[in-house]
Nanobody, 129 residues
Framework: QVQLVESGGGLVQAGGSLRLSCAAS????????MGWFRQAPGKERDIVAA????????YYADSVKGRFAISRDNAKNTVYLQMNSLKHEDTAVYYC??????????????????????WGQGTQVTVSS
C-alpha cells in the first residue's frame, strides 16, 4: 500500500511563493500518473495540476497556468508543486494523489478526483491579501 505525505504548506503573503512536496512510501511512484488537487472550505476538491508517469506531459487548471509548476523526481519518490505569484484565492488544503489503475497511454494524465486511488492527508496553504 502506498502512503503519500504532503509538506511545504503554510502562511504566505499575496505575491509570494511556496513549494509543496508529496513524498511517497510503500511503493515507487514511477509508472503512475499523479496530481495535485485543492479544496477550499465549502467547495469541491478541484484539480490544480496533473502529470503523467514520466513527467513529460502536464496539465494545469486555468486559474494557475503560468504561476504553478508540477514536477516529479521518480528517483526520490516525490512530486512537487511550485507555486508562485500566490493569490488569496489560492487558499485551500492541497492534496496529492496517485493513480494505480491501468491507463491507455504513457502520455495520460488525469484531472478528476475519482480517477485516483491514493491520497495524502493534505497540507494547508493560506495566502493573506
Amino acid at each position: 500500500q502506498v502512503q503519500l505525505v504532503e509538506s511545504g504548506g503554510g502562511l504566505v503573503q499575496a505575491g509570494g511563493s511556496l513549494r509543496l512536496s508529496c513524498a511517497a512510501s510503500g511503493r515507487t511512484i514511477s509508472g503512475y500518473p499523479m496530481g495535485w488537487f485543492r479544496q477550499a472550505p465549502g467547495k469541491e476538491r478541484d484539480i490544480v495540476a496533473a502529470i503523467n508517469w514520466s513527467g513529460d506531459n502536464t496539465y494545469y487548471a486555468d486559474s494557475v497556468k503560468g504561476r504553478f509548476a508540477i514536477s516529479r523526481d521518480n528517483a526520490k519518490n516525490t512530486v512537487y508543486l511550485q507555486m508562485n505569484s500566490l493569490k488569496h484565492e489560492d487558499t485551500a488544503v492541497y492534496y496529492c494523489a496517485l493513480r494505480r489503475r491501468t491507463y491507455s497511454s504513457t502520455l495520460n494524465y488525469y484531472i478528476r478526483p475519482d480517477e485516483y486511488d491514493h491520497w495524502g492527508q493534505g497540507t494547508q496553504v493560506t495566502v493573506s491579501s
